[in-house]
């Protein structure tokens, strides 16, 4: 990613890390709610299907939205994996934890 030629002030940056925990627990809510919704014995239910469309609508990947409902199913028994997928969406936003 190329590097801004703008500078970021405080306030930006506070502006930006507001932004992201908003980010961050809608999309653990979708997760969540992803989750709830999974039927022993189906690859993908049609409530999960609705999820993650839904998520999609509000610019989430599926991918990351599936991949954080199966931990959540799991009690994110992994936090670690959860945390590294959450990094990676966050760094492909262009919102890595060291330049918040």
């Avoid at 809510?29 to 409530?47: K, L, N, P, Q, T």
């Avoid at 993650?52 to 991918?63: D, L, R, S």
């Avoid at 799991?74 to 760094?91: F, K, L, Q």
Wanted: charge should be negative.
């Amino acid at each position: 990613m190329a590097h801004s030629i703008y500078k970021e002030t405080e306030a930006d940056n506070a502006v930006k890390a507001r932004l992201w925990a908003s980010t961050e627990s809608e999309l653990r809510r979708f997760a969540a709610r992803y989750a709830e919704e999974h039927i022993v014995g189906s690859r993908v239910s049609e409530g999960q299907e609705d999820v993650a469309c839904a998520a999609k609508g509000k610019g989430y990947p599926k991918t990351v939205v599936r991949a954080l409902g199966s931990l959540y199913r799991r009690d994110m028994s992994d936090a670690d994996v959860a945390a590294e997928v959450v990094s990676d969406y966050r760094h492909s936003l262009g919102l890595s934890e060291g330049r918040v």
